[in-house]
């Protein structure tokens, strides 16, 4: 039978396949082969009964994200604190940089406006971002950023993620009440808010498939190469052509067109700082192997 994983928990695999749901297990040679089995894997499995099955196969994925271990993503909202704690632009752009690699569709959700004194500055933040392109949803009281968010999840599978403490479970909660799923307090001593979800489970969503995930405050760049770089930033990529060398790297080359935008405020001198940043990190790391894709 053929089917989608829609939670792992301890070991198990709950496979959603023709309107039923079926608890499985991994075959050993999985194990032996060094594949982990993903919530959102398209799957071959055998089943006598509901409750013991047997994974057979994982399906080719399109993408997969290791930080939530998450496979076959349509798109990510990256929830984002305006306040408590304290918006960041270098956090979402690094959220941004690893949905772009992915292939994923990014939509940014700005939280706590209401607690905003500077509207000049969140309006700021908003403009930045539609100016490349990204959808920006910022939440209102009256329920109209629910219905905004909404109208894009039919027939998708869609990841939530963003730093702990943004407000990813309390948003679930109000699109979907019943789920009542747990929310954290932020800790004064570290200004961000303790783990709440502890496994990967997609949800069925005004007709797509949504995944509550752990949230997380930091990301790595372990598989993003210094060249690749470049290329997952759609507002660099808009003017590259422009450059006077192919291969760019928009540092010291001359008649770089990224600098020039950024000299004529088209480009957003905060995307510039996180560009540089993290090509020194990624040029600094120790040496990986890069994982391959099925």
Do not use: W
């Amino acid at each position: 039978m053929k089917g989608k994983i829609i939670k792992a928990l301890s070991g198990f695999y709950y496979v959603a396949s023709e309107d039923e749901i079926f608890q499985t297990r991994a075959r050993g040679n999985f194990r032996n082969r060094k594949i982990t089995p993903l919530v959102g894997d398209e799957v071959i499995f055998e089943s006598s009964n509901q409750t013991d099955g047997y994974l057979l196969e994982i399906l080719p994925r399109k993408n997969e994200l290791v930080r939530p271990p998450v496979a076959n993503v349509d798109q990510g909202v990256v929830v984002t604190s305006l306040v408590e704690p304290n918006f960041s632009y270098n956090l979402l752009d690094r959220f941004l940089v690893t949905l772009e690699y992915e292939g994923i569709e990014p939509i940014i959700f700005l939280t706590k406006a209401d607690l905003v004194k500077d509207l000049a500055a969140m309006k700021a933040i908003e403009e930045t971002y539609q100016a490349i392109g990204y959808h920006v949803i910022t939440s209102k009281a009256e329920g109209e950023d629910l219905l905004e968010l909404q109208r894009y999840f039919p027939e998708r599978i869609t990841v939530f993620m963003g730093q702990s403490g943004a407000g990813k479970s309390t948003l679930l909660n109000r699109i979907v009440p019943e789920l009542a799923l747990e929310t954290g307090v932020i800790s004064e001593s570290l200004g961000r808010g303790k783990h709440t979800t502890r496994h990967v489970e997609l949800l069925p969503i005004c007709d797509g498939l949504v995944a509550d995930t752990p949230g997380f405050s930091s990301i790595d760049f372990l598989e993003i190469e210094a060249v690749e770089l470049p290329k997952l930033f759609p507002d660099f990529l808009a003017v590259a052509a422009n450059c006077r060398f192919r291969e760019c790297r928009h540092l010291n080359e001359p008649d770089c067109a990224v600098k020039q935008g950024v000299a004529a405020n088209e480009i957003a001198e905060t995307r510039y700082k996180n560009y540089v940043q993290f090509l020194e990190e990624i040029e600094n790391r120790r040496p990986v192997y890069k994982k391959k894709k099925r």
